[in-house]
């Protein structure tokens, strides 16, 4: 069966995992991640993970068709509960929102592990998942931003030091985007345009837009 390729979101997730990592995949819905790293030959095994039994069964189907019931188990879990912490060193989580992301984070017994990489994608609320992580010892390694049509998202790859640090509201809007980079300059652009709509509304954002201006546009 023909191999699909991955839209540009889910191909800057894939970039980050660690070769012959063993990968949970939380929120798979049809499992194209892991399915696309395996027969790429960039991991062997994966855990592929969702709460919901619907999104699961669509995985369990493209799973089987590719041949690649031995290599991705199909777990459902809710978040990283059903994921123990020898299972997986790299962890995905793509496409849910950021406050979610931090739910995930927060109920995972494991996370504060310093060998474990996390690939975090959120769609929404970056500056609360970039504030939560930062304040509870994680760091950004590395973020890059990408465009899929007309919609702009950022990835970042996370790792736990121990350090708690105070962030910036305007770092938690932009965290290590490389401001020299053109997708990530169009990101910027993008949020921008939108933080100035809400800050129509919200005074309070201006300062936050300034900064971000100064920083990247200067
Ligand atoms: C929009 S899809 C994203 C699929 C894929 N990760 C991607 O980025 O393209 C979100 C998936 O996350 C699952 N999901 C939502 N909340 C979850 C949770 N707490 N734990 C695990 N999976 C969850 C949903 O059932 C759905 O399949």
Same mark, same amino acid.
């Given at each position: ?10 191909s800057l997730c894939a970039s980050f995992v ?12 049809? %499992? ?10 960039? !991991? ?11 999104p699961l069964n669509s995985g369990r189907a493209?799973?089987?068709?590719? *041949? ?32 979610? !992301? ?34 509870? *010892? ?8 990408? %465009? ?50 809400? %800050? !129509? ?7 936050? !837009? ?9």
């Amino acid at each position: 069966m023909r191999l699909f390729s991955l839209d540009n979101r889910l191909s800057l997730c894939a970039s980050f995992v660690r070769k012959n990592a063993t990968l949970a995949d939380i929120g798979t819905d049809h %499992a194209y991640l892991p399915i696309w790293l395996i027969k790429n030959g960039i !991991i062997e095994k994966a855990l592929a993970c969702d709460i919901n039994e619907g999104p699961l069964n669509s995985g369990r189907a493209d799973v089987q068709s590719y *041949g690649l019931s031995d290599s991705i188990t199909l777990r459902l879990s809710d978040g990283l509960k059903e994921v123990k912490e020898n299972e997986a060193d790299d962890i995905v989580i793509a496409g849910m929102g950021g406050e979610l !992301i931090v739910k995930i984070l927060s109920e995972c017994m494991w996370a504060k592990n310093k060998d474990k990489h996390f690939i975090l994608q959120p769609m929404t609320k970056c500056e609360v998942l970039i504030r939560y992580l930062y304040e509870n *010892g994680f760091e950004i390694m590395k973020q890059k931003a990408c %465009a899929c049509g007309n919609k702009h998202y950022t990835v970042m790859l996370v790792h736990y030091t121990g350090e708690v640090s105070e962030v910036e509201d305007s770092f938690c809007y932009v965290g290590k985007l490389d401001f020299s980079d053109s997708e990530s300059k169009n990101y910027i652009f993008h949020l921008l345009s939108h933080l100035e709509k809400r %800050a !129509i509304s919200d005074k309070s954002l201006l300062p936050v !837009i300034e900064k971000i201006k100064g920083e990247c546009c200067s």
